[in-house]
């Protein structure tokens, strides 16, 4: 049997124990909340990036077409100015 004092210190050492394991349980936790924001912002980005890319390669095809069109315009006066 043991005593008393043996007792009171296996308690203390198991309260110690479980104690850490709850503490290391905390910090897990807050790196798994960390993570997650993380990967959310991140996921955030490359959509904000997608749409600009998206939104530069629009306004490029749209310069391109009033090039275009300009270039038609000019030719179309040339053609005038050669038949006049």
């Given at each position: 049997?043991?005593?008393?004092s043996?007792?009171?210190?296996?308690?203390?050492?198991?309260?110690?124990?479980?104690?850490?394991?709850?503490?290391?349980?905390?910090?897990?936790?807050?790196?798994?909340?960390?993570?997650?924001r993380?990967?959310?912002?991140?996921?955030?980005?490359?959509?904000?990036?997608?749409?600009?890319?998206?939104?530069?390669?629009?306004?490029?095809?749209?310069q391109?077409?009033?090039?275009?069109?300009?270039?038609?315009?000019?030719?179309?006066?040339?053609?005038?100015?050669?038949?006049?």
């Amino acid at each position: 049997m043991k005593s008393y004092s043996d007792l009171q210190e296996d308690l203390e050492q198991r309260r110690k124990e479980l104690q850490a394991k709850q503490k290391k349980q905390i910090e897990d936790r807050k790196k798994k909340a960390i993570s997650y924001r993380d990967i959310v912002a991140g996921n955030m980005e490359k959509e904000k990036k997608k749409i600009q890319k998206e939104r530069d390669k629009e306004a490029e095809r749209k310069q391109a077409l009033r090039a275009r069109e300009a270039m038609k315009d000019e030719i179309k006066r040339e053609i005038e100015s050669e038949k006049n």
